[in-house]
């Protein structure tokens, strides 16, 4: 087999496993045109900005869901709830 038909099977591999995957449109399309419409080094580019990206935005994500969760509950008359700390078995 010729490496450049090979490297487009493998290539093709990966861009099915990205969708099985349920990867973003825009990832898959700097797969796809990967040793097509693509050279290496902007693959490479768009593979780490996308990476990049992606880990401040779930980090972000995290740090919200973190905070959220130190607030106090609220009732619908604006009164903080309390919660026993522990519940007596029946």
């Known amino acids: 087999m010729e490496p ?12 099915r496993t990205l969708v099985l995957l349920g990867a973003d449109n825009d990832l898959l399309g700097t797969i ?14 768009n593979l780490k900005i996308w990476n990049e990206t992606t880990l401040k935005e779930i980090t972000q994500r995290i740090e919200h869901y973190e905070m959220s969760s130190r607030h106090p509950a609220y009732s619908q008359g604006g009164a903080v709830r309390s919660f026993p700390e522990e519940r007596k078995a029946s």
Not at 4 to 12: M, S, Y
Not at 32 to 45: F, I, N
């Open 4 to 15: 450049q038909h090979l490297n487009r099977e493998v290539i093709g591999e990966l861009y």
């Open 32 to 45: 796809g045109s990967w040793g097509d419409s693509l050279p290496d080094q902007d693959v490479l580019a």
